[in-house]
């Protein structure tokens, strides 16, 4: 029986490390990461500060070159940036020039040369959903921290990318909006299923959203453990067929 597309890895690390000092005396800042990610699977990662939680992420996101093992993407070994990952960075990096509409459609008129009145609607309603809807014609510098952190949010969101990247891309909010924008981010990867890896350090809001919590050790990071979320609250469905309950 052929398995379900569903249930093969979509993303793949196979020992993957990371050394940013080619000092030996120096531990690699990650080392010996396996993990298989399913696709539209939802994977939090949690960790202590400094063991590589970010160093991972651009890893899978092509943004920088494992120095161990290797990377794949649906099979494919990962070897420079990738135009269907959304990546939310720890830091939101909007560029100051444009509004905050013109930052969101940035990306797609970056992969496309264009955008057109549906692309455009679609920000607005996802900068509404981020309670930005009055602030869409400002300029990045009126924004505080935590509303220019969810302009990054939509901004990955509205490309609506095969894999999504978030690098603690709730830390600068407050506890009601966080709480809130975790909701609605369910919501949306509900309604368009998407591979998630979000990285936090609230481990409440990891077994709220993940389907699989990967923990990772302190420097070099590796993985101290995998822990299933599969509690009577969890009551979201999840996208894809679970495989250790096939007969
Ligand atoms: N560009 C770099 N050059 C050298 N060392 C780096 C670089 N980026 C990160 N590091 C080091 O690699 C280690 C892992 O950093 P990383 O940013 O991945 O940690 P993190 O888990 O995301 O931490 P935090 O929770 O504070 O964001 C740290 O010791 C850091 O000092
Ligand atoms: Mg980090």
Request: charged share 25%.
């Amino acid at each position: 029986m052929t398995e379900p597309a569903t249930n093969r890895p979509f993303v793949r690390l196979s020992g993957v490390g990371h050394r940013y000092d080619p000092n030996p005396a120096i531990p690699p800042a990650v080392t010996g990461i396996e993990l298989d990610i399913r696709r539209h699977e939802f994977v939090a990662v949690v960790g202590p500060s400094g063991c590589g939680k970010s160093t991972l992420l651009r890893m899978i996101a092509g943004l920088l070159t494992p120095t161990e093992g290797q990377v794949s993407v649906f099979g494919k070994q990962v070897s420079g940036p990738r135009d269907d990952v959304g990546i939310v960075f720890q830091k939101p990096t909007l560029l100051p020039w444009l509004t905050v509409r013109k930052n969101v459609l940035f990306p797609l008129k970056h992969k496309f040369g264009r955008y057109g009145r549906d692309d455009e609607k679609r920000a607005d309603a996802l900068l509404a959903m981020a309670g930005l809807e009055s602030f869409a014609n400002k300029m990045p510098n009126e924004l505080s921290g935590g509303m220019q952190q969810r302009v990054g949010i939509v901004r990955a969101l509205l490309l609506n990318p095969d894999i999504l990247l978030m690098d603690e891309p709730f830390s600068a909010l407050d506890a009601m909006t966080r709480e809130q924008i975790g909701f609605d981010l369910l919501k949306i990867w509900q309604e368009n299923p998407k591979t998630v890896l979000f990285i936090t350090h609230s481990i409440a809001e990891a077994v709220l959203l993940a389907d699989r919590v990967l923990v990772m050790s302190k420097r070099p990071g590796t993985v101290l453990e995998m822990v299933d979320v599969d509690l009577p609250s969890h009551a979201r469905p999840k996208p894809y067929p679970n495989p250790d309950s096939a007969s």
